[in-house]
């Protein structure tokens, strides 16, 4: 489920190729830089080229399996190190994800909550 493209330098970027459940939520909070002085009056200009990331809490239900393989994909990206991930009807774009919940619904049926924030690193 998991497929990959090598990188310049040799590193591999991995594909997070799972389908989210539908109903996830989408964020984005502009990073901004702002100047203050006297009197109130401030300025305020964005924080670099790719200064509003998404970020997407999304769930994906699945057996006991496949959530210990999401799980696995996760941990092995430590929170550091971004994937490729495609929402369905938006463009393939480089995420990281630091945070992830577990949950047990019944014998064999899990959920996977995560949160995962867009990065605009270097490379494929």
Known sequence: MVASTTLSGGDVAEVFSWTPLFGGASSIRARVKEARFGDGYGQRVPDGINSM??????????????????????IRHAGARWFWFTY?????????????????????????????????????
């Open 53 to 74: 990331p998404r970020v997407r809490k999304l769930s994906f239900a699945a057996g006991q399996a496949e959530a210990d393989a999401i799980e696995a994909f996760l």
């Open 88 to 124: 369905p009807g938006a463009v393939r774009c480089k995420m990281r994800c630091a945070e992830w919940d577990r949950s047990y619904l019944s014998a064999g049926e899990e959920v996977i909550s995560a949160s995962f924030e867009q990065v605009f690193d270097p490379g494929e």
